[in-house]
């Protein structure tokens, strides 16, 4: 049984975008606090509450809000945030439909809606309409009114089915 | 906002996690964090430690008979949606949003037990056990007893639920009908209903609810007039009033008494409709 202290520091073993990283933590750290720490600034904090959703990275392949998360709870975890979606400077797919289709305004729900539709395309290739809008009902966006985000997820959809064919 | 100042514990198994929770007695469970954390962050509770349960894999299982289904406590939601339980999967899939399906847990629901959390309806309906675990042994109560008033599981210092038992309605009819303010919402009132049909009679008849108490409820005598007789408009405009009989809600952000009363009537006819389309 490990106990950490409430003043005490532990160190923190984190998997990010496929590096290793090494920090020290207090308990009450937030994950959300911890990857902007690292660098990792895509990850935005927005309500802070749980709501909004543009906090949202994968966690050890699950989409999750990472500021209702401890960072000690994520120790060992393997992470994805928006800055590991492009491949040698080629946008990922899901990114290149948000930038056709517009899907953003301010920009600021733009990594957690992005890293969410990840999740969801990962689960459900071919989400409906109806699917898409379920799926990003946990991600909040001030601005578009979400119509140019669900269209995205659209093309999105449609771009990683092609090229998951190709030889 | 950073959570307050607080000491955290990890475990190596169950036994060293009641028997820390017995010794500490304002240490709080940690399993998927979204109750406690929001409820850190704003001060609602400050706990003087954490004892973090979610790596105790052998809390994370659900194993099914024809009989009955078991489901670990740190099961996520969203893996009960996935696991395909008559009536509880469906209510699965609708608490929340999906990240926090991903991380919620059956266990921590249930013990945290917010009136207006979607579970309670389905395990009153379905007759559920939990299965507490603590330092002087483990117990089983019904899901009933268990629940004992809002945000009151029967839980003794020192246990924790570790597994949620509910029989397998495989040959019933299900739905669970919530309506929520908006989307991701706790529900205003949550209607789920189990109905064994033979040709157009039911046979048997649950009806669970949730929002509109202070605990979930099992609306008994509303079960009773649809045994043994065809669904018709006049019926089931008939149960749902009785349905209506066993709401006694408050008036809160979600709405007023009135409101909430008729919802629970437009609800359960809603989920009856939906349970017998199955």
């Given at each position: 049984?490990?106990?950490?202290?409430?003043?005490?520091?532990?160190?923190?073993?984190?998997?990010?975008?496929?590096?290793?990283?090494?920090?020290?933590?207090?308990?009450?750290?937030?994950?959300?606090?911890?990857?902007?720490?690292?660098?990792?600034?895509?990850?935005?904090?927005?309500?802070?509450?749980?709501?909004?959703?543009?906090?949202?990275?994968?966690?050890?392949?699950?989409?999750?809000?990472?500021?209702?998360?401890?960072?000690?709870?994520?120790?060992?975890?393997?992470?994805?945030?928006?800055?590991?979606?492009?491949?040698?400077?080629?946008?990922?797919?899901?990114?290149?439909?948000?930038?056709?289709?517009?899907?953003?305004?301010?920009?600021?729900?733009t990594?957690?809606?992005i890293?969410?539709?990840y999740?969801?395309?990962?689960?459900?290739?071919?989400?409906?309409e109806?699917?898409?809008r379920?799926?990003?009902?946990?991600?909040?966006?001030?601005?578009?009114?979400?119509?140019?985000?669900?269209e995205?997820?659209?093309?999105?959809?449609?771009?990683?089915r092609?090229?998951?064919?190709?030889? | 906002?950073?959570?307050?100042?607080?000491?955290?514990?990890?475990?190596?198994?169950?036994?060293?996690?009641?028997?820390?929770?017995?010794?500490?007695?304002?240490?709080?469970?940690?399993?998927?964090?979204?109750?406690?954390?929001?409820?850190?962050?704003?001060?609602?509770?400050?706990?003087?430690?954490?004892?973090?349960?979610?790596r105790?894999?052998?809390?994370?299982?659900?194993s099914?008979?024809?009989?009955?289904?078991?489901?670990?406590?740190?099961?996520?939601?969203?893996?009960?949606?996935?696991?395909?339980?008559?009536?509880?999967?469906?209510?699965?899939?609708?608490?929340?949003?999906?990240?926090?399906?991903?991380?919620?847990?059956?266990?921590?629901?249930i013990?945290?037990?917010?009136?207006?959390?979607?579970?309670?309806?389905?395990?009153?309906?379905?007759?559920?056990?939990?299965?507490?675990?603590?330092?002087?042994?483990?117990?089983?109560?019904?899901?009933?007893?268990?629940?004992?008033?809002?945000?009151?599981?029967d839980?003794n210092?020192?246990?924790?639920?570790?597994?949620?038992?509910?029989p397998?309605?495989?040959?019933?009819?299900?739905?669970?009908?919530?309506?929520?303010?908006?989307?991701?919402?706790?529900?205003?009132?949550?209607?789920?209903?189990?109905?064994?049909?033979?040709?157009?009679?039911?046979?048997?008849?649950?009806?669970?609810?949730?929002?509109?108490?202070?605990?979930?409820?099992?609306?008994?005598?509303?079960?009773?007039?649809?045994?043994?007789?065809?669904?018709?408009?006049?019926?089931?405009?008939?149960?749902?009033?009785?349905?209506?009989?066993?709401?006694?809600?408050?008036?809160?952000?979600?709405?007023?008494?009135?409101?909430?009363?008729?919802?629970t009537?437009?609800?359960?006819?809603?989920?009856?409709?939906?349970?017998?389309?199955?």
């Amino acid at each position: 049984m490990k106990i950490i202290e409430n003043n005490e520091k532990t160190k923190i073993h984190l998997k990010i975008n496929g590096k290793e990283y090494e920090t020290e933590v207090e308990p009450r750290r937030l994950l959300v606090h911890v990857l902007r720490d690292l660098g990792f600034t895509g990850v935005h904090i927005g309500c802070d509450t749980s709501n909004c959703g543009a906090c949202t990275v994968i966690l050890n392949g699950k989409s999750v809000k990472s500021c209702t998360i401890l960072a000690v709870e994520a120790d060992n975890s393997e992470i994805l945030t928006i800055e590991g979606l492009a491949k040698d400077d080629k946008l990922h797919p899901i990114q290149e439909a948000f930038w056709e289709k517009h899907g953003l305004q301010c920009g600021y729900c733009t990594p957690g809606m992005i890293m969410e539709a990840y999740w969801l395309l990962n689960q459900n290739p071919s989400p409906s309409e109806e699917e898409i809008r379920e799926g990003i009902s946990g991600n909040l966006c001030r601005c578009t009114g979400y119509q140019n985000i669900v269209e995205a997820i659209k093309l999105a959809s449609q771009k990683m089915r092609i090229s998951a064919f190709q030889p | 906002m950073y959570p307050p100042k607080i000491g955290y514990v990890i475990p190596d198994s169950i036994e060293e996690a009641t028997e820390f929770l017995e010794k500490h007695d304002d240490a709080k469970v940690l399993a998927g964090g979204h109750s406690i954390i929001p409820m850190l962050k704003l001060r609602i509770i400050r706990p003087s430690y954490l004892v973090e349960i979610r790596r105790l894999n052998n809390l994370h299982n659900i194993s099914k008979s024809e009989e009955e289904i078991s489901i670990g406590a740190i099961t996520t939601h969203y893996e009960v949606f996935k696991s395909n339980i008559p009536l509880l999967s469906e209510t699965a899939s609708k608490i929340g949003d999906p990240q926090v399906r991903n991380m919620g847990t059956i266990g921590g629901s249930i013990s945290q037990l917010d009136p207006s959390a979607d579970y309670p309806a389905t395990l009153m309906a379905m007759d559920a056990k939990v299965k507490i675990k603590g330092t002087k042994g483990e117990r089983t109560e019904l899901f009933k007893d268990f629940a004992k008033d809002m945000f009151t599981p029967d839980l003794n210092q020192g246990e924790i639920v570790t597994e949620i038992i509910v029989p397998n309605y495989s040959d019933y009819k299900y739905s669970y009908q919530k309506l929520e303010r908006k989307a991701g919402d706790f529900a205003i009132v949550g209607v789920a209903v189990l109905l064994k049909v033979d040709g157009e009679i039911i046979k048997d008849a649950r009806i669970g609810l949730t929002g509109v108490n202070n605990v979930a409820v099992r609306a008994v005598d509303a079960e009773n007039m649809l045994k043994d007789n065809k669904i018709t408009d006049e019926l089931l405009e008939k149960v749902s009033n009785e349905v209506v009989k066993y709401a006694n809600p408050v008036e809160d952000i979600r709405g007023s008494v009135e409101y909430k009363k008729k919802a629970t009537k437009v609800m359960t006819k809603r989920a009856l409709l939906e349970a017998l389309k199955r």
